[in-house]
C-alpha cells in the first residue's frame, strides 16, 4: 500500500498525528504531513546546514514519538541561568574537497537570558551554521553548545528533538509556512503537535497581535510578502519558545516592509521575554541588539570594539 506520493504511509507519523486529540486537530496535522511527504516526493532538495527549516518541521513536528518519555525541564524557574546560550570554544569542522574546513572556528560567547544578540557577517561566514549548531541541528567538531543549561550533544536525538520543540523558535527568511495550511492553521500546528489546548484560540490571538486578525483563513500564497513573515512570527511565538533564533528574517523584504517586521519582532521578544539571536547582514540592525558577535571566516570577532558591547568570554 502506499500514500498519495506513492511512498509507503508512515504509520510512525501518522500515529503522531492522530494522538493528538479531536478530528480538527487530527486533520491540521495529518494535512500538514501529507503535504511534507508530497514535498519529498518531488524534487526538494536535501537539507542544507543551514537550512533548518525541512528538519525543523519534520523533526520538531513528526518526530514526536515517545509522549510519555520524561525529558527533565532543564531550567525550572527558580533556577533560570543568567546565560541563555554559551558557546565555549565552538567549531564545526567539514571536509572541503581535499582539506577539512573550519566553517565555525573556537566561537566563545554568551547570551544574557531575555535579551536581543545579534550575529552578523559577510555571506558564508558562518552564521547560519552557528545558528544550526545553537539549534541543535548540527553538531559541533568540538567545543560546546549550552542552551539553557542543557549541552545539546549530550543529549539523546529524541531528547533534542523535544528540547528544541518545547524551547526554541524559528523565524527564517523565507517564511517556511505550509502553503496548504490556512495562516490560522499555520500557526495551530505547532501547538497541536505538541498537545497544546485551545490552539485555536491562542493562534488568533498571535496573529491579532501581528496586525492579522483579518487574514486567519488566508492561504500563505493570498499574503504578501510582509504577511506572511508575520505569520512566520506569529508561529514562532505560538508554543513560547524561551528562545528565539532568526536568520535573515527580513532578508527577503523591502526596506519599509523590513522594518516593521524588525520592529514587531523586539515588541515580541520584548513583551514574551524571549532570548532573541537574530542572524543578520544588516550593521544597523545588529545595532539594535543588546550584544552580538561578528563573524568573519568562521571566527568571532566583537559585534562593535569601539563600543566594547559584545559578550565574549574570552
Ligand atoms: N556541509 C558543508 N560542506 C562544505 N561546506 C559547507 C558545508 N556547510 C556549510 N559550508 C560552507 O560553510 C560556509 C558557511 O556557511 P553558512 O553558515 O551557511 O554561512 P552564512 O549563513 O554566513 O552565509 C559557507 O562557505 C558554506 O559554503
Ligand atoms: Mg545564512
Not at 485555536?200 to 504578501?224: C, M, N, Q
Not at 505560538?238 to 520592529?263: F, H
Not at 561578528?294 to 562593535?304: F, I, N, V, Y
Amino acid at each position: 500500500m502506499t500514500g498519495e506520493t506513492g511512498l509507503p504511509p508512515d504509520p510512525v507519523d501518522t500515529r503522531s498525528a492522530a494522538t493528538l486529540g479531536g478530528p480538527e486537530r487530527t486533520s491540521v496535522a495529518i494535512r500538514c504531513v501529507r503535504a511534507v511527504r508530497r514535498a519529498e516526493g518531488s524534487n526538494a532538495p536535501p537539507p542544507t546546514p543551514g537550512g533548518a527549516p525541512r528538519a525543523f518541521l519534520v523533526e520538531s513536528h513528526f518526530t514526536n514519538r515517545h509522549r510519555n518519555t520524561v525529558v527533565p525541564n532543564p531550567s525550572p524557574p527558580h533556577q533560570t541561568p543568567m546565560a541563555a546560550i554559551i558557546a565555549e570554544s565552538l567549531t564545526r569542522i567539514v571536509r572541503d574537497a581535499d582539506r577539512m574546513l573550519a566553517i565555525v572556528d573556537q566561537v566563545s560567547f554568551a547570551v544574557s537570558a531575555g535579551t536581543s544578540f545579534s550575529i552578523t557577517g559577510p555571506s558564508g561566514s558562518g552564521k547560519s551554521t552557528l545558528l544550526s549548531l545553537m539549534a541543535g541541528l548540527d553538531a559541533p567538531s568540538s567545543g560546546t553548545i549550552r542552551v539553557l543549561g542543557e549541552d545539546l550533544a549530550a543529549l539523546g536525538e529524541e531528547d533534542r528533538t523535544r528540547f528544541r520543540g518545547r524551547h526554541i523558535g524559528f523565524v527564517f527568511q523565507s517564511h517556511q509556512l505550509m502553503l496548504q495550511l490556512t495562516a490560522l492553521e499555520n500557526v495551530m500546528l505547532p501547538l497541536e503537535i505538541q498537545g497544546k489546548a485551545g490552539a485555536r484560540r491562542i493562534a488568533s490571538e498571535l496573529l491579532g497581535e501581528v496586525g492579522l486578525a483579518d487574514r486567519l483563513h488566508h492561504f500563505p500564497t493570498t499574503l504578501s510578502g510582509g504577511e506572511q513573515q508575520r505569520v512566520g512570527l506569529a508561529r514562532a511565538y505560538a508554543t513560547q519558545p524561551r528562545v528565539l533564533l532568526a536568520d535573515e528574517p527580513t532578508g527577503s523584504l523591502d526596506a519599509q516592509t523590513g522594518e516593521r517586521i524588525t520592529a514587531l519582532l523586539f515588541e515580541l521578544q520584548r513583551n514574551h521575554g524571549t532570548t532573541l539571536v537574530l542572524v543578520t547582514h544588516d550593521e544597523e540592525l545588529a545595532a539594535r541588539c543588546e550584544a552580538g558577535i561578528r563573524l568573519h571566516a568562521g571566527k568571532s570577532l566583537p559585534r562593535d570594539p569601539g563600543a566594547g558591547s559584545a559578550q565574549r568570554m574570552r
